[in-house]
Each structure stands twice: as structure tokens, then as C-alpha cells.
């Protein structure tokens, strides 16, 4: 097979991970081609909000696995291929060099044992860096099972590495994916997270020490395909961030690709589902909620009519209004419409002038959402912005939500 087809292949198997963002870390470009500080086909996004491009691709599917989610299950009927390490490499560079990708993101499935696969991968990562100089950006998924010297050599080639957990818990993780265990996935996960401490620990120290997965770890779950909740979902979530440090957990609503007694049968993926466990998400992260504050045992899912940030703030109307001029950067971060970038033009702008209606919206507060949740010096300025039914393009449900929260003040 033509290494054409092989990408054809393999790059349409790969569609079906998401974690495939990219990092924002530097590798100092001395010599060679790339560099990770310009570079982050897939489109994803750096940290600072570019949008870059990776080459996305598998670099087999052939499997010995039998996951009953996935596409490239052993005892799914598909056209399998495999590259070779020095195809991988060759690929890569082409791309880069027509300005096409920024990067590679290299996942595989995994043929003969997870060491066969991952030591095959290690190659073709060492051929960019060592035969190219390739100093772009690399993204390398770990094979769980795979032996903790190889997963080593990984962290030392790549720039980010991830350990896709799949599923939320133990249990369904042994009724859809038997071959897999969650012990061994959280070993990696401990493993990878102890190497980076001691690694900023040498670097300290000595800072010639080459840098042991500078961009750090991320992992992948399944949404919809096991019947765990929301409130399951982001407690494992919180979980991985403070105990293992992740940058990032990716949510991938399920895909029926498989006709399977074990599966759901769902008529289209939960995406509304994925999107809002993706905003419960950025709020632990970037905003200061505790997970326990989005969701609770009593109500398992999250609103799908609201985002989780407004519909805490419809529950707390102890809360509001908070007082623009006078309210701490941890406090507008609570208000609806209000983000971190117009928090912390609030907080500098505020210092020289009075905030009014027009200034708040060139500030970059939403303003339709924010305006029922502020006051400026104790002056509500909902009336600024006329009838609400005009304003604000939302559901119904919404709209009278919101009208019954504005009735409280």
C-alpha cells in the first residue's frame, strides 16, 4: 500500500480522539526546522488562542484490543494499514515544509503488545528530532501497559503526552473494554506527573537538563457511551487535575460506530452534553468554582437549557448584584457575561474612571447577560438596555428564568 492510502486511512481513524490541542511550550529552535513557541490536519488551538494546525494521524490500526466503542476494534470489518517509523517522519516533514501543519499529534492502536507499538512511535519521534531536527511541536499518546522506561524516552522526545482514560469508571471500563485496566491508566498518569516535578526539580539546579514533557499531560473521555453522570464525570475530573495535574480533560461525546448490545443506541452524540461538561470545565479550571459549587448528587446532569455559570448564579441570589466599581478580580469572575479578559480590564480601568453601560460592553462584558447580575456604585443598569424580549436571543425557558431572577432585586 502506497503511503497515500495509508493516510487516508489512518488520518480519517484518528478523528474520533479529541485531545489533540496544542501547548504553547518552547523548544528552542538551535539548528533544525519548527519551533514549538510558532507552533502549537487538525485545527486546534495554543494557549494564547491561535489557531494552528497539526498533522493528526494514527500510526497503525491494526489492533489486538476489542473495545466495544471503538472504530478500530479487532473484530470490526475496516481497511487496516500501517506506516512505518521512517514514513511517519518523511510525511511530517513534507507537511511542515509546505506549510500545511505546525506539528504532529501521533496516537496509535495498538499491534502485537503496547511495547511493540510505543517502541515504534518512539522511533519515528526520534528520527524527526534527531535525524531532522525537527523542533516543532509533538503530541504523543501513551499506550497503557506499556513498559515505564519507554514512556520515559517518550517524555523526554515529546512535548506533550496523554493517557486516554475512555470511561469514567472502573466498571464500565471493564464491561466495553476488558483488555483495559483503570489502575495501570492512573499509574501512567502518576508516573508521568512524578517525572515532570523531579525534571522543574533538576532544571532548577542545572538547566542544560533536557525538559521531560514540557507541555505536560492530558487525558480523553467518552461521553454518553457508559451511564455515568455529570456529577461522576467532573468528580473524576476535579480528581485528575489535583491529583495528577493535567492540563487538560477532553470530553468526546459518544460516536455510534459500533452495533453493540453493550452501547447506547443513540440516535445523534450527546454534543450539547459535551459542551456544557466543557464550560463546568473551564469554570474549575480558570475561575474559581469547585466542582461540588457546579454540580451535586441531588442533580446529577447538568442543565443543558443554561450554562453553568448562569445557572449558579440564578441559584445564589444571595450572591448579586456585585458592584463593578468596587468588587475583587474573584468576584466579577462569578458574574455571567463577565470572562477573565474583561474581568481584568474592569479591575484596571476602574481605578481612573467610573464604569458605565457603554464602557462595560467595550470592556468586552456580554452585557445582555451580565446586566441583571450588576450595579455601578449602587445604580442598577438593567434599564439601560430596553425591553428584555428584544434583547436577548435565548429560549423561552431562559428568558422567563431570567425575568424571575430580575423580580428578586
Known sequence: ???????????????????????????????????????????????????????????????????????????????????????????????????????????????KSADFTLEMMLEAVRILRFRYDFNGYIHMKVIPKADDRLIHLAGLLADRMSVNIELPTQQSLKRLACEKDFDVIFNHMGFIDNRIIENTEERKKHKKIERFTPAGQSTQLIIGASPETDYDILMLSKRLYNQYH????????????????????????????????????????????????????????????????????????????????????????????IGLKSAKRIIAVRRYSTLDTKSLIKLGVVFKRAKYFITCNGK???????????????????????????ALF
Not at 20 to 31: E, H, I, L, P, Y
Request: hydrophobic content about 35%; some cysteine.
Open 1 to 111: 500500500m502506497d503511503v497515500l492510502s495509508k493516510l487516508n486511512i489512518l488520518s480519517a481513524a484518528a478523528k474520533y480522539d479529541v485531545s489533540c490541542a496544542s501547548s504553547g511550550s518552547v523548544r528552542t529552535n538551535t539548528k533544525g526546522v519548527g519551533n514549538t513557541y510558532k507552533a502549537g490536519i487538525c485545527h486546534t488551538w495554543t494557549d494564547d488562542g491561535r489557531c494552528i494546525s497539526l498533522l493528526k494521524v494514527l500510526f497503525t490500526n491494526y489492533c489486538i484490543y476489542d473495545c466495544a466503542y471503538c472504530y478500530n476494534r479487532r473484530s470490526n470489518d475496516i481497511p487496516r494499514a500501517s506506516f512505518t517509523p521512517q514514513e511517519i517522519a518523511d510525511l511530517t516533514i513534507a507537511f511542515y515544509r509546505r506549510n500545511y501543519i505546525e506539528g504532529l499529534f501521533l496516537s496509535s492502536a495498538i499491534m
Open 380 to 406: 442598577r443598569l438593567i434599564d439601560d438596555c430596553g425591553d428584555i424580549s428584544k434583547k436577548i436571543v435565548t429560549p423561552d425557558k431562559e428568558i422567563k428564568t431570567i425575568s424571575n431572577q430580575i
Open 246 to 337: 493535567l492540563k487538560r480533560v477532553y470530553y468526546s461525546a459518544y460516536c455510534h460506530v459500533n452495533d453493540d448490545s453493550r452501547l447506547p443506541a443513540l440516535s445523534k452524540p450527546p454534543l450539547l452534553r459535551e459542551h456544557r461538561l466543557y464550560q463546568a470545565d473551564w469554570l474549575m479550571r480558570f475561575y474559581g468554582f469547585a466542582a461540588e459549587e457546579i454540580i451535586d448528587k441531588d442533580e446529577p446532569h447538568l442543565n443543558e437549557q443554561l450554562d453553568p455559570k448562569v445557572n449558579w448564579a440564578l441559584k445564589h441570589p444571595e450572591f448579586f448584584p456585585v458592584d463593578v466599581q468596587k468588587a475583587c478580580y474573584e468576584t466579577l469572575l462569578r458574574v455571567p457575561g
